[in-house]
């Protein structure tokens, strides 16, 4: 989603006449060190890693908005679910026939990928005894390769991504299957450092409540519907599914 976020950049600087340079964050994003510099002004970022920082450094960086997906499943809120998946041509029907099979994940600071997964385990009373072998693959997409190869059972994915990819390569749409949806949690949110000051945080804000014409293209074609408001502390139920999951830790 690159070819998004760099034009999201471009719209701000169409819109508040400022220079506006996107660049790709390399590290583990739990760990940035990034963030502890305070050196970006904005960033499109996770939810977990998001509510990970504001807790330690709550006058850094603050949401400002989130994306609403065009889907019907989401019903018109800025939400998302973690998409539990399975080869088309598996047995595998329900959660519970996933136990003691092969699973990846893109990164244990992932909340869809991980983290949301270990929690489904703790809410609904298994032990540790349910995970087979954890491979952790690097992405999504890659996640998505392996389970429709068969080198891995099953994934939990973003339910965004996976539309995403779909869409991108809809041979892959005959690889896979749906076998349970976890969620929904908060879409990640857009955040503004708060150095920026108040002012051109809301002038940023409300830019992107109100995208122009060449903007909502992009929009249309990533499937989002538009832009809505939210806090920081919209956030929290993340660091708690996050705080919860420690108990199944099984990253390396």
């Not at 506006?20 to 510099?37: F, I, S, Y």
């Not at 890693?49 to 989401?74: D, E």
């Not at 003691?100 to 990164?107: P, R």
Request: with cysteine; proline share 5%.
């Amino acid at each position: 989603m690159f070819w998004f976020y760099s034009a999201v950049g471009a719209y701000l600087s169409r819109a508040l006449a400022i220079e506006v340079e996107t660049v790709q964050g390399l590290d583990n994003p739990l760990k940035d060190p990034l963030l502890g510099e305070d050196w970006l002004d904005i960033a499109f970022i996770c939810g977990l890693p998001f509510i990970r920082h504001y807790q330690v450094a709550p006058n850094q960086l603050k949401a400002i908005v989130a994306p609403v997906m065009q889907a019907q499943r989401y019903q018109n809120c800025p939400v998302y679910f973690s998409d539990v998946i399975v080869a088309s041509n598996s047995s595998f029907k329900t959660f519970d026939d996933l136990a003691g099979k092969t699973w990846c994940y893109n990164d244990p600071g992932s909340n869809s990928g991980y983290n949301l997964l270990l929690h489904r385990l703790i809410s609904t009373g298994k032990n540790s005894n349910f995970l087979g072998k954890a491979i952790q693959s690097g992405s999504h997409q890659r996640s998505m390769q392996l389970v429709a190869e068969g080198e891995v059972d099953y994934a939990a994915i973003d339910s965004t991504v996976l539309e995403q990819e779909l869409r991108n390569f809809p041979l892959l749409a005959h690889s896979l299957q749906i076998i349970e949806s976890i969620g929904p949690c908060p879409m990640p949110p857009i955040v503004a450092a708060q150095h920026l000051g108040a002012t051109l945080i809301e002038s940023v804000q409300l830019a992107l409540l109100n995208p122009d014409v060449q903007l909502r293209s992009f929009m249309d074609k990533a499937q989002m519907q538009r832009y809505v408001a939210v806090e920081s502390e919209d956030y929290q139920a993340i660091a708690d599914i996050y705080d919860s999951s420690r108990l199944f830790d099984v990253a390396e």
